[in-house]
């Protein structure tokens, strides 16, 4: 269980670390953008849509590890009066759909992406190609799937708490 | 079955997840799948998940949201608040409950600069809490005032939970944050006549502190003051003169930050990497928030529930006065056990209709009258999010002592929120300025 919890995190991590490199990216390019539009007045083509793809990767990617660390808003005040054998009962109840639910928004956003590249759409006015940014979104939610049952087994088998 | 029915029945489902402590963000988005495809159908419903989820994600309008998040932590992380509070320690440290004053001035202040309330209550808190301890403040009204002076960041600009109202009412994301800066000031005062005035009466709950010349005044306003208003006038300004987008300046906001920090050799590559790792998972938080209250606000709009209120309110035998009146107590309900930014997701598509279209109220003043009215829950058992915080910065003080501490503050908010409805040039005057 050590070890699968150290690949967990480590897999996490790294999805969050390249989250973070594209945010910064990101604000360069959009204070880039600014800067050629005042000094040069150019703007740099496609930043309005390519920010907003680039923002859909950046959730995508963080997804999991905001999952990994409870991060995603839950309220705790009744289920924690509860006996710690009952909690256990009821986070299994209420993670097997939740996971089920993830992975069929995974499953159906891959099909998506599919779909986009298949028929070639590329975005309305410059023209990126953006099924990529589908499949990371996807890929994000199937880590996230994975991640609620990850923190279900952790729960049974045990193992470090981050 | 209604569709109406449907709807009611699914809200009642989703409340009972959210109590199983499901997180709100998958209960929202399950529970608006599950009733808009027995609405409609699965393959409709499936399609609709998919297609909203990226479509959120990648809205331009929304990377406003990380912007303004890597803004507040960079600040947060390279210690603006530090210098922010010395500044304020300095001018009104020597009043009867100087130093919880000083904390409502930093709190303001550092919210020009981070658009988080929890954030803003964590960093000030880490400051404000030794020093009161060292001249022997009485701990509820230490660890209140910190807890309730963290809510001053939702209304003072930039405020992510502003942000998350414009995008779920279809607002201006600058108008709001104009709207913010006036009651956000007059919140900030009445927490300081609370302060000064429960001080004075007995003089145990904060002692004075030592009196700083007027040198020592002028020194520290070279510090945090001057780093808050470049980095406020470049981006805000920016944002209010009609320069940039809001997600520019954001954007700008982060290069602000970094440049007076960086001109002040306050920042390094593992400050950058923390706020970045930090701002990634805020980001996630709030996006996937936003992302399945679009889901369920879908179905919440098949379901003809906002038709339905809108009917109702406008058959109402009530003022609209009243019927304001009701909608705030049906906030101020629900803000104890359900997270601000989630409440106003889920409630806006509900609300927003009776309050707008049927009692014809403003909806930039509406917007500021909802954000403090959930500011309320933040600091309100049982789920009082900053109160949460404090404790944790605190260490050692009962949940029960700190919340005995926020009364007097609660007190303050529900004077302001008066002062709002019967004054509400107090919210529109600024945003009509543009």
Partial sequence: ?162 | MSPTMVGLIGICVFFLLIAHKMPIAYAMAMVGFAGFSYLTSTSAALSMVTSEFFSTFSRYSLSVIPMFILMGFLAFHAGMGTRLYDLAYKMVGHLPGGLAIATQATCALFGAVCGSNTATAATIGAIALPEMRKYNYDTSLSTASVAAGGAIGVLIPPSVIFIVYGIAAEQSVGRLFLAGIIPGILLMSLYMLVIYFLARKYPYLGPPGPRSGWRERYMALGGGLVEVMVVFAISLGGLFAGWFMPTEAGAVGVAGVLLVTALKRRINASIIVRSLSDTTRTTAMIMLLVGSAVVFGRFIAISRIPFAMAEWASELALPSFAVIALILLIYLVLGCFIDALALILLTIPIFLPVAVDILGYDPIWFGVIIVMVVAMGVITPPVGMNVYIIQGVAGDVPLEKIFRGIWPFLFAIVVALALLIIFPGLATFLPSLI
């Fill in chain 1, 1 to 162: 269980m050590q070890v699968l919890e150290a690949v967990v995190i480590k897999f996490n991590r790294a999805l969050d670390f390249l989250a973070g490199v594209i945010l910064a990216f990101t604000a360069i390019l959009i204070v880039s953008n600014i800067l050629g539009r005042a000094l040069l007045g150019r703007s740099i083509l496609g930043t309005y849509e390519m920010v907003g793809f680039l923002t859909a990767a950046v959730v995508g990617l963080a997804l999991s590890r905001c999952a990994l660390e409870n991060g995603h808003i839950a309220v705790g005040f009744i289920v924690e009066k509860f006996p710690p054998g009952a909690q256990k009962i009821i986070n299994l109840v209420i993670s097997i759909p939740a996971m089920a639910f993830l992975a069929l928004v995974a499953y159906n956003l891959f099909a998506y992406g599919s779909r986009v590249a298949v028929t070639g759409e590329v975005s309305p006015t410059t023209q990126i190609i953006f099924y990529p940014f589908i499949y990371v979104v996807a890929f994000g939610f199937l880590a996230l799937a994975l991640t609620v049952f990850f923190n279900l087994l952790r729960q049974f088998v045990g193992g470090e708490r981050i």
